[in-house]
């Protein structure tokens, strides 16, 4: 089920992957955990995906650490807030990107890439 893929690293092809933004996961195998979403992707568009899962986790941790410690929200709660909120759209558009038609629709349907 590899294709082609036509564009940068043409000589890349790209494999079927299976994920779960939920559990910040990229599976090869399709029966390993629960999944919401299969793309194509070359390994350069995992290896993009697994950083920006990273950085959505480093995020999501900073966060719990600083809302455990306040009780308001500040303007930093909001910058954190709007951080993340970049992070998870970067990884959809990417999603979108390497989605195959059904995972496209997912996406469109969700409404958070703004076209």
């Avoid at 993009?48 to 709660?77: G, I, Q, Y």
Wanted: proline share 1%; net charge negative; aromatic share 8%.
């Amino acid at each position: 089920m590899n294709e082609a893929y036509e564009g940068e690293g043409a000589s890349q092809d790209r494999k079927p992957y299976y994920v779960s933004v939920q559990a910040g996961q990229i599976l090869e195998d399709q029966a390993a955990a629960v999944y919401e979403l299969d793309i194509l992707a070359t390994d350069e568009e995992v290896a993009t995906l697994r950083e920006l899962f990273e950085e959505l986790s480093t995020m999501d941790e900073a966060s719990m650490f600083h809302f455990s410690r306040t009780f308001t929200e500040t303007d930093s709660d909001q910058s954190m807030n709007s951080a993340c909120d970049d992070i998870l759209n970067e990884i959809y558009r990417k999603l979108h990107e390497c989605g195959t038609e059904e995972t496209k629709r997912h996406i469109d349907s969700m409404r958070m890439l703004g076209g």
